[in-house]
């Protein structure tokens, strides 16, 4: 390996571990900001049965690998000698991070992509607060928030707006001092200090799926029983959003108080606890303004 590459990876794992200090999950990242290290399960003769997420103990599980542990940071970085830059995953306790990209693709640019989040704040009534911005080598921004432990945001690409991509659950920011093919990622002076602010409950909604239309145009029963079934046909991963997404819904449809024992009993039956269950409905109730 050059001396030069050498530097870059000694230079990440410095900052990889500074990030996993203030409580940040990472990862190896290569050059081309994909994660170092390949699957161990690419040479299977045959397809698994299950998807692996790291249960196997190996690495080359992409950010189901990372972690916050000093001794796992160096470990992944020695099996990756190469990486030179590293992964902030989102999602994860104790931030839930949550990263909001302002992207410079050939058809927008970071001058529109700002537009366009400064006319959703105006549309949706909220501001970003002050908080940590990371700079890409293309010109594009990073600003990192956080979010509610008691539901999941998704990732998505150009849903809010064009050029306004979302990191949640799932995905991973390029941490700053990664060093890629294009250049190094660097935090905008004035906010490397701060920490990542809360997300604004406004854009929090925004940033959650979207309703499930069902068959004729509609979107849920008014008795609440689409609002149930669309909370008992949840995957794992996607439990509390879409219990927090069904609560809110009712709430602001008047039945909040008559749908929460059938709310809490499809959460059970998807492998909710109670506890978990009435916390996402509680934070559901306070964002739509009513008492839980």
């Given at each position: 390996?050059?001396?030069?590459?050498?530097?870059?990876?000694?230079?990440?794992?410095?900052?990889?571990?500074?990030?996993a200090e203030r409580g940040l999950a990472v990862i190896p990242l290569a050059r081309t900001k994909l994660p170092a290290l390949r699957s161990p399960h690419r040479d299977a003769p045959t397809?698994?049965?299950?998807?692996?997420?790291?249960?196997?103990?190996?690495?080359?599980?992409?950010?189901?690998?990372?972690?916050?542990?000093?001794?796992?940071?160096?470990?992944?970085?020695?099996?990756?000698?190469?990486?030179?830059?590293?992964?902030?995953?989102?999602?994860?306790?104790?931030?839930?991070?949550?990263?909001?990209?302002?992207?410079?693709?050939?058809?927008?640019?970071?001058?529109?992509?700002?537009?366009?989040?400064?006319?959703?704040?105006?549309?949706?009534?909220?501001?970003?607060?002050?908080?940590?911005?990371?700079?890409?080598?293309?010109?594009?921004?990073?600003?990192?928030?956080?979010?509610?432990?008691?539901?999941?945001?998704?990732?998505?690409?150009?849903?809010?707006?064009?050029?306004?991509?979302?990191?949640?659950?799932?995905?991973?920011?390029?941490?700053?001092?990664?060093?890629?093919?294009?250049?190094?990622?660097?935090?905008?002076?004035?906010?490397?200090?701060?920490?990542?602010?809360?997300?604004?409950?406004?854009?929090?909604?925004?940033?959650?799926?979207?309703?499930?239309?069902?068959?004729?145009?509609?979107?849920?029963?008014?008795?609440?029983?689409?609002?149930?079934?669309?909370?008992?046909?949840?995957?794992?991963?996607?439990?509390?959003?879409?219990?927090?997404?069904?609560?809110?819904?009712?709430?602001?449809?008047?039945?909040?108080?008559?749908?929460?024992?059938?709310?809490?009993?499809?959460?059970?039956?998807?492998?909710?606890?109670?506890?978990?269950?009435?916390?996402?409905?509680?934070?559901?109730?306070?964002?739509?303004?009513?008492?839980?």
């Amino acid at each position: 390996m050059a001396t030069t590459d050498r530097q870059a990876t000694t230079l990440a794992l410095a900052h990889a571990l500074s990030a996993a200090e203030r409580g940040l999950a990472v990862i190896p990242l290569a050059r081309t900001k994909l994660p170092a290290l390949r699957s161990p399960h690419r040479d299977a003769p045959t397809p698994e049965p299950f998807t692996c997420r790291g249960e196997c103990g190996r690495f080359g599980h992409g950010v189901h690998d990372a972690s916050t542990d000093p001794a796992r940071v160096r470990a992944l970085f020695a099996a990756a000698p190469w990486a030179t830059g590293y992964g902030i995953a989102c999602g994860l306790p104790p931030h839930h991070l949550i990263g909001v990209d302002l992207d410079t693709k050939s058809d927008t640019s970071e001058t529109d992509s700002s537009t366009a989040l400064r006319e959703l704040e105006l549309r949706h009534l909220f501001t970003i607060p002050p908080t940590v911005v990371v700079l890409t080598p293309s010109g594009g921004r990073h600003l990192w928030l956080t979010g509610p432990p008691d539901h999941v945001v998704p990732n998505s690409a150009g849903r809010l707006a064009p050029g306004i991509d979302i990191r949640g659950a799932g995905g991973y920011l390029v941490g700053p001092g990664s060093r890629t093919r294009h250049g190094t990622y660097t935090t905008a002076p004035g906010t490397s200090h701060l920490a990542p602010a809360p997300c604004p409950p406004a854009l929090l909604r925004l940033l959650l799926p979207p309703p499930v239309r069902r068959a004729g145009g509609g979107t849920t029963g008014g008795d609440g029983r689409g609002l149930v079934q669309f909370v008992l046909a949840a995957h794992r991963g996607q439990r509390n959003t879409r219990l927090f997404w069904a609560a809110c819904r009712a709430y602001e449809n008047g039945i909040g108080a008559a749908l929460l024992v059938p709310l809490l009993e499809a959460a059970r039956t998807i492998g909710l606890t109670e506890h978990e269950a009435r916390a996402t409905i509680a934070s559901a109730a306070r964002m739509t303004g009513h008492r839980p």
